[in-house]
């Protein structure tokens, strides 16, 4: 156990639907990753919030948004969703925003139908 | 831009035997190199890092990796297989600039003959 939560661990939803994936990091970790990994591209690193503000930006979709929260959680919003959005989200954290290990938590698989 | 490339997508060892899971990277600073394993269905769990210093690293489960840097490599290596082992093996580089995303390779899955 990571220490990393994720919720919930499977959503199923229907295309042009929007759903929020919701993360909380090690406590103490002060910056949250989300990456998606499906099996046409891998791994992907989506976006990082550091103490709550966007730190970097990966191949996150336009239709993709996310946030960090004062108490550090984190939520992904995915909006008019294609059936190709259907991966497993990871989300990670880490105590600094840079230059070191990055724990993940057990993911939210999502199908799009 | 940073990338990492695994050249085995499956390898299949017996138990006991040795194992070396092959990763490349290409990045323009010093790398910081990082081994993950996701078993089905689950998360990944890191099992070693390599930021600078020894460039043989140990990590978890009796896993070590070798840093060198002339071949731009890290290969993960394991005196003896264990059945537990099979899983999904992912390489990963990160670095200092503008945050700290990992860059993945495509993964090797290992499968393990008793």
């Known amino acids: 156990d990571s220490g990393v939560t994720q919720t919930p661990k499977h959503l199923i939803t229907a295309t042009g639907q929007r759903v929020t994936l919701r993360c909380s990091p090690r406590?103490?970790?002060?910056?949250v990753y989300w990456y998606q990994q499906s099996l046409d591209q891998g791994l992907q690193f989506l976006i990082q919030y550091y103490n709550g503000e966007e730190r970097a930006k990966g191949n996150i979709l336009e239709r993709f948004s996310a946030q960090q929260f004062p108490d550090l959680h984190s939520e992904l919003n995915l909006s008019s969703l294609e059936l190709g959005d259907s991966a497993l989200y990871f989300c990670?954290?880490?105590?600094?925003?840079?230059?070191?290990?990055?724990?993940f938590g057990p993911g939210t698989r999502l199908t799009v139908t | 831009a940073q990338s990492v490339t695994q050249p085995d997508i499956h390898i299949t060892v017996s138990e006991g035997a040795s194992l070396e899971l092959r990763c490349n990277y290409s990045?323009?600073?010093?790398?910081?190199l990082f081994w993950y394993v996701q078993s089905p269905g689950q998360g990944l769990q890191l099992l070693l890092k390599?930021?600078?210093?020894?460039?043989l690293v140990q990590g978890i489960k009796g896993f070590e990796a070798e840093f060198k840097r002339s071949q731009s490599s890290f290969n993960l290596r394991k005196p003896s297989v264990h059945w537990s082992d099979a899983a999904e093996y992912f390489c990963?580089?990160?670095?200092?600039?503008?945050?700290?995303?990992?860059?993945f390779g495509t993964g090797t899955q290992l499968k393990v003959e008793l």
């Open positions: 990963a580089v990160g670095g200092t600039g503008g945050g700290n995303k990992l860059t």
């Open positions: 406590s103490g970790d002060l910056s």
């Open positions: 990045y323009g600073a010093t790398p910081y």
């Open positions: 990670a954290s880490s105590v600094r925003d840079t230059a070191y290990e990055q724990y």
């Open positions: 390599y930021f600078s210093g020894d460039t």
